[in-house]
Structure formats: structure tokens, C-alpha cells
């Protein structure tokens, strides 16, 4: 691998770098956000900043109008813009759209690409993801999906429940995971204002970071066209891995921004902050964390890298995937919380921007897979070596 950055990385960096710094950090204050998220009048500035930038939603291919990144491009421009909370936003590479823009440009048909995923890449709409159930449905194991699609002439009838579903509130169009008659899962596209669609409500969950927060949304019996049907028939479980692999490390990618963010932040209140007669730094309890931060976001760093450099191979990188998904979540939630802890009292407090990322950043752990079942995976894969 060369780690060296071509000129035009170097340029792209730099470039949203200077941008978070300039048109998102002093936006981080605005009113317009609460605990499900920022409003979608602030996305949209957000958004139009982005555009004006030549920023706006780089990963989708120049067929579509963004910068067709390769996933280490993706690595270089993901980690600068999760450096604020609303970087993501205002790139258009928040999930679920960023891995939805993903899996569609993949296998959507032309049809379905100019009616739902251009305006989605254009950053005039939103998307949402719908596969996790309540128990006893889908979570850990997608096998347990319960929301049914039964075909009925032409038309495919969906009717279920889930939820967890981030950004539904205000999605333009969702794509659903259901389960057919034979055991096997497809993928339906479909708009969201439909009467059948019904959003339940809003979860109220520790974090505050995603437009729409996280729905819990019904399908009473939803009539999808047989041309809405995303991909093959039968094939939405290996679609779910199509979109999860590169989903799972951009995550990653994000979150570095955001842990390497809350790492300064401590970095630079010990180095001024004075406590029995020098500065914290100078404690060696404090430089510890603060040299232990450093090898977290390193190796978090590297792992990021390799993974983006597997996919970019044409490889499918599921193994890489979620060995790096458990390496970061963990490693860049240690970052965060050693964080809090040197800030004293302003770590927990709206003093600084850490507390809003330690309680973004936990859920980390758990979606996309949680920990314990990628590690469970990989125990399987060593027991058949
Ligand atoms: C903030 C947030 C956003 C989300 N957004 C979306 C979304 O947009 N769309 C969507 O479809 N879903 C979404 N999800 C849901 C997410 O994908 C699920 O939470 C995840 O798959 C886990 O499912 P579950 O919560 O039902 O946990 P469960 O399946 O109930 O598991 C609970 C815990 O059991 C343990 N466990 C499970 N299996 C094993 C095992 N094999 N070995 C050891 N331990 C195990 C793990 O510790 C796990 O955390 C989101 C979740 C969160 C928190």
C-alpha cells in the first residue's frame, strides 16, 4: 500500500477541511436542532454550503454528478468531515443516504436511478433504510424478519413493523427489507407519503446527530409495483451485505473525524488547564490517555485504510469490514471517553462539543452489527481454518 497522498487527495482534503472549518463549525451552535436531529431547513443550508463547495456528495460516481471517490478517497474526505457533527449533513455522506446512494448505484435499474436516487444524490431528498424489527423481529439476526411481502398480480403487498429507522421522519422514499412467502428477503423502493406508510413516532435515543432521528415505521399492507422491486427477487440479504461492507467502514471513517475532534479538544484544555501546580499534561495519568488517544485513532487510522484499499481491490471485504467496524467503534469510543474524562466536569457538559460526540458515538457500537456478533463471526471463521 502507498499511504502518500496524490496531489488531487491533498487538494480534496484540504479542501473540505478548510470547509468544516469555515462554513459547518460555526453552525454547530444553531438553534435549528434538537434531540431527533438537525431541522431539514438546517440540511438544506447545510446542504447548499456543500454544493457551492463542490463538495456535495462526493462518493456517487461523475455519471451522477459527484467525484466518483474510491473507498481510500472516501477515507481521506469522510475522516475531515466528521471533524463536526454536521459534516456528514452537509456532504450528503451521513448514513443511511451515504450506503443507500451506495447499494443503488449498484443495482438499481435506470428507471429507478433517475427517479429516486439522482435527487437523492443531488441533496433534494432524503432516504431511509427499513430492516430492523422490533423483537421478536429482525435486530442481530436479519433470518427473523417478520414484515411479509406477498404478491398480489402485478403489485407486492408489504405489511410489518420496524424500527430504529434513522432519518425516516422527512425521507422523501424508503427502501424496505421484507420477507417473501419462501423464506428468502427482497428489497422494495418506495415513496414515503403513502397513506399505507405510517410513521408511529420518533424514538428519543442518546443520540442527536441524524436528520429525522429514529422511527418507528408500519407498512399496513403497502402496495409496491413490480418494477419498485430493488434488484432480484429473493436477493435481499445479499444486498444487505452489498450495502453494509462499505456502509460499516465509512462509519468508521466518520467517526475518526469525530473522535480525532474530541481528542484536540482535551488535548489542548491539558495543555493549559493547571492543577496542583502545573498543567495537566504534565500529570502523567493525563499524557497517558492523551498518548493512548493517539495510538487508538493510529491503529483505528490504518485499519481504515487497509479495509478501503481491500474494496478498492474489488474485493467484497466482509471479513476486513467487520473486523475494522469492531476496531474503530471501540477504538474511537475509548478516544471519546478518555476525552470526557480529562475535560473534567466541561466534558459532560454542553461547555465543549465532546459530550455531544460521546453520546453520538455509542450507538456505534451496537448498529451495523454490534460488536459481539462481528467478533462471533470471526470466531466461526477461525474455527473453519
Ligand atoms: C442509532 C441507531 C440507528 C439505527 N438505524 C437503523 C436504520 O436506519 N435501519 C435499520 O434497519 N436499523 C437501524 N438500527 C438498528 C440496528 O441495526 C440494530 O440495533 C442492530 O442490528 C442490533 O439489533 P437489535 O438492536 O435488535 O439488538 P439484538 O438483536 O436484540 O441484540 C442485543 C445484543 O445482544 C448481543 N448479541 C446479539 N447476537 C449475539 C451473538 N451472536 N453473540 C453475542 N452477543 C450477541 C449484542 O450485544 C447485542 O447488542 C439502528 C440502531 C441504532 C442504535
Known sequence: ?????????????????????????????????????????????????????????????????????????????????????????????????????????????????????????????????????????????????????????????????????????????????????????????????????????????????????????RFDGLRVPAEDVLGTIGEGFRYAQVRLAPARLTHCMRWLGQARRAHEVASDYARKRQAFGQPLIEHEGVGFMLADNEMDLHSARLAIWHCAWVLDQGQKGRHESSLTKVLCSEAEWRVVDRSVQILGASGVSDETIVARIFKDIRAFRIYDGPSEVHRWSMAKRISRL
Open 1 to 217: 500500500m502507498d499511504f502518500s497522498l496524490s496531489p488531487a487527495q491533498l487538494d480534496l482534503q484540504q479542501r473540505t477541511r478548510r470547509f468544516i472549518a469555515d462554513e459547518v463549525i460555526p453552525l454547530e451552535s444553531d438553534p435549528r436542532q434538537g434531540s431527533h436531529g438537525p431541522s431539514e431547513e438546517l440540511r438544506n443550508e447545510l446542504v447548499a454550503r456543500a454544493r457551492r463547495h463542490g463538495l456535495l456528495t462526493p462518493h456517487a460516481s461523475k455519471a451522477h454528478g459527484g467525484l466518483g471517490l474510491s473507498h481510500v478517497d472516501k477515507a481521506i474526505v469522510f475522516e475531515e468531515a466528521g471533524y463536526s457533527p454536521l459534516g456528514p449533513v452537509a456532504l450528503n455522506i451521513h448514513a443511511p443516504d451515504e450506503g443507500n446512494v451506495h447499494l443503488m448505484e449498484e443495482v438499481a435499474t435506470a428507471a429507478q436511478k433517475a427517479r429516486w436516487l439522482q435527487p437523492l444524490i443531488d441533496g433534494h431528498v432524503r432516504s431511509c433504510f427499513c430492516m430492523t424489527e422490533p423483537p421478536p423481529g429482525a435486530g442481530s439476526d436479519p433470518s427473523m424478519m417478520q414484515t411479509m411481502a406477498v404478491r398480489d398480480g402485478e403489485h407486492y403487498v408489504i405489511t410489518g413493523r420496524k424500527w430504529f429507522i434513522t432519518g425516516a421522519t422527512g425521507a422523501g422514499f424508503a427502501i424496505i427489507m421484507a420477507r417473501m412467502e419462501d423464506g428468502s428477503s427482497t428489497m422494495f423502493l418506495a415513496d414515503m407519503d403513502q397513506p399505507e406508510i405510517v410513521i408511529e413516532r420518533q424514538i428519543d435515543a442518546l443520540d442527536s446527530c441524524f436528520t429525522g432521528g429514529h422511527g418507528v415505521v
